[in-house]
């Protein structure tokens, strides 16, 4: 079924406020779940919302929680999330981040104690709007395997970088260190779809292409598989630096060692004209992008794509066309509301 993007957002909203959510935190919640499916990150998504639930529920995710800065210097600070939600905890964050950059040029803020921050690249682009570089990097709990092994060690722990430009579009990274989003299995599930060869491997280390095999590690049953490491020992290498930095020095923990849920999360903010002018710098983003684009195609292409490109095509798409529910999820959702009397 397709949904109006605002059609949409009320579901979400109207089933948070019923799990206890405040109008700002339901809002916050909504938006960033549905900017996931306009940018066609659909594991990150509105499909998140029953989990969502259950935790709320469950007592592990939690409303209205203070945003507490237990250390703080002039260009830093390290937030207690105090297992709020990810996107509300994690926006605000951004947010001091930003402003500590105009301040020092520079910021880094860290996060512990904190649920699913959901779609990362939202954090960075905060950042661009403000004339500055934006990063966010997070680990996560193990659902990869380090490269060579055949056990849940390593989170996705994904990176994200937003750069602002001038005429073209921004250069926004945001990619996990495993092959793919776990988020992206999910959805194949749903969509009741195959998972391409060499995402995933089974619990004998042997390739799959059942996303159910993986979700039945996420559930801690018996054969459950594993997501692969991006590029082999690059992507396993990458991996272990982010889940040092967002976890180790947060205190988050690390994904195999410590972390028991949620994510540890490392943002920075870089105030461009402390460097050069913001001007000089998006011409020169501009330029690159334009020489990029112009290299001749090797066969098979037709064109060369930018970091973010293909979200944000998407998402003017999906702004236009609407959101595609599965049939999987509309009915997890339906149910949910019923379960608290919500009208979709």
């Known amino acids: 079924m397709r949904y109006s993007v605002n059609d949409l957002t009320k579901v979400c909203v109207r089933i948070l406020r019923a799990l206890g959510a405040s109008a700002e935190e339901a809002n916050i919640i909504a938006n960033q779940l549905i900017e996931a499916n306009l940018k066609g990150q659909d594991g990150h998504g509105v499909l998140m919302l029953p989990y969502y639930a259950k935790q709320v529920q469950a007592g592990k995710f939690r409303f209205g929680v203070d945003f507490e800065v237990v250390h703080e210097t002039l260009s830093s600070a390290l937030i207690n999330g105090n297992w709020g939600f990810g996107q509300v905890i994690s926006t605000k964050a951004m947010e001091l981040a930003i402003?500590?950059?105009?301040?020092?040029?520079?910021?880094l803020v860290g996060i512990f104690n904190c649920n699913h921050i959901g779609l990362v690249a939202h954090y960075p682009?905060?950042?661009i709007k403000h004339d500055m570089i934006g990063i966010t990097i997070c680990n996560a709990v193990p659902q990869v395997a380090p490269y060579g092994g055949r056990a849940r060690k390593m989170g996705t722990n994904p990176?994200?970088?937003?750069?602002?430009?001038?005429?073209?579009?921004?250069?926004?990274l945001d990619m996990a260190t495993s092959i793919v989003a776990a988020g992206k299995v999910r959805a194949k599930y749903t969509k009741g779809e195959k998972t391409p060869k060499g995402w995933i491997i089974d619990s004998e280390g042997k390739p799959t292409v059942d996303p159910e095999i993986f979700l039945k590690g996420d559930r801690g049953e018996p054969g459950g598989g594993m997501l692969l490491p991006f590029g082999g020992y690059k992507g396993f290498g990458l991996s272990i630096i982010i889940d040092l930095l967002s976890g180790a020095l947060t205190g988050a923990g690390c994904s195999s060692t410590e972390l028991q849920r949620g994510n540890g999360i490392l943002m920075s903010a870089i105030k461009i004209d402390s460097f050069t002018s913001i001007e000089r710098f998006t011409e020169r983003?501009?330029?690159?992008?334009?020489?990029?684009?112009?290299?001749?195609?090797?066969?098979?292409?037709?064109?060369i794509l930018m970091p973010g490109e293909l979200e944000f095509r998407e998402y003017e798409k999906r702004m236009k066309e609407g959101i595609e529910i599965d049939a999987l999820t509309l009915g997890n959702l339906e149910s949910l509301a019923k379960e608290l009397d919500v009208h979709v």
């Open 99 to 107: 402003e500590k950059a105009k301040r020092q040029s520079i910021s």
């Open 125 to 127: 682009m905060m950042a």
């Open 159 to 172: 990176i994200s970088i937003a750069i602002p430009s001038k005429e073209e579009k921004p250069i926004v």
């Open 285 to 303: 983003v501009d330029n690159l992008i334009r020489s990029l684009k112009n290299t001749p195609t090797a066969p098979g292409f037709d064109e």
